[in-house]
């Protein structure tokens, strides 16, 4: 299914039908209002080993605290919400949103609040929860003064995972905590393919994990200050350092796995977590997956910072909203609580492989590598995703996917960057 993702346009073609029934204009069956006062409906698009986990976490956290009211779990398949985030553009057009859904700061949550579809959930942030959390995060999910999500944790999206095995039977000596770069990433891969081993986990199937093995090597290519002054309007995507990102993000995928494109990014982290290939760039999502899927941090597989991308932290933040007049709004704001909340945020992290928002959770319960990200966090630069619709607008993450799925067949490094900088000037 194709990736739409500019609620506002599509809003616009479709007549506004949803803003009218936030307004409590429309009577539509399933339209929202405030009428269903047992059910909770909470979607996303958390269906993996690891994600399925830490939405469970989210749930009983909140049932828990507010026991009587059945949580309907709306969940559509496809890492990434390569199939969610249109399912939910219909949804919102139909003017039948979920209760609570699940999105990001910054762009992505911007166009739920520009539409008008989103409630202010500025209640649940209480002294408590304002002081936890850093302000930036606060602001990129703030309009006018008014919080419209609540965030449950931050994933680190520039991580590279491999098989520490399968590169130590190849004869490749396995990458340290930081240093790695680019030219030995290639020469490694290169090494497997001749000792007969598929360099590249690849979950092609969601264009996503094609497209953050992009993002990845463009921030290796750029650094912190490029990649902020590249999606901020300032910089140039067809660049000569855009382009050398574009030349060696389809050198890797010359050693990707001959299976990618019926692989989603958790069957291609499964493969690495058995052995089948050997290196996976990817968001630590993957961490939990590969814990879920048995694979043993520091024995079966280890990681390291995508090449070149030491001392940057990529945010990928997960974050819930609740639907304007979500029909049972009382509850959806209980539920955002329970997300505030320090027991979920650290139930839920564990599970996902992200570390919570709120600073003042104890994390010592964690594993090492999320005890390291939740310093990473801490210290290093952060940048936002444009993969995962923070960091630019919606229309831009369309065009680069489209982009993305035309390079992974082209390998046409000019064209490439020039659909991405004629995608940022429109
Ligand atoms: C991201 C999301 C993560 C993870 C990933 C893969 O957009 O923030 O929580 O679920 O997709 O599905």
Known sequence: MKRTRNITAALLAGGLTLALAACGGSSAPGASGGSDSKNLEVFSWWTSGSESAA??????????????????????????????????????????????WQTHPGAAIKQYIDAGLVGDTSSV???????????????????????????????RGNVLWFNKQLLQKAGVAVPGPSGYSTETFLADLAKLKSAGVVPLCLGGKDTFAIAELFENTLLGSLGADGWKQLTTGGGKWDSDKVKVAADNTAKMLQYADPDASALSWDQATKKLAAGSCAFESMGDWAYGELVKDGAKAGETFGYTNHPGTDGTFVAVVDTMVMAKNAKNPTQAEKFLEAVASKEVQLAFNKEKGSVPLRTDVDVSSLSAYQQQAAKSFASDAIVQSVVHGEAMNPQFGQALFDAVTQFTQSKDVNGFTQALANAAQS
């Open 55 to 100: 939405l469970k976490a989210m749930f009983d956290g909140y049932s828990k605290a507010n026991p009587g009211i059945n949580v309907v779990n709306g969940a559509v398949a496809g890492g990434g919400g390569s199939n969610a985030q249109a399912v939910l553009q219909t949804r919102l057009q139909g003017g039948n949103p979920p209760d609570i």
């Open 125 to 155: 942030y209480i002294d408590e929860v304002k002081a936890a959390i850093p302000k930036d995060l606060v602001d990129a999910i703030s309009a006018d003064g008014k919080q419209y999500g609540v965030s449950a944790g931050a994933h």
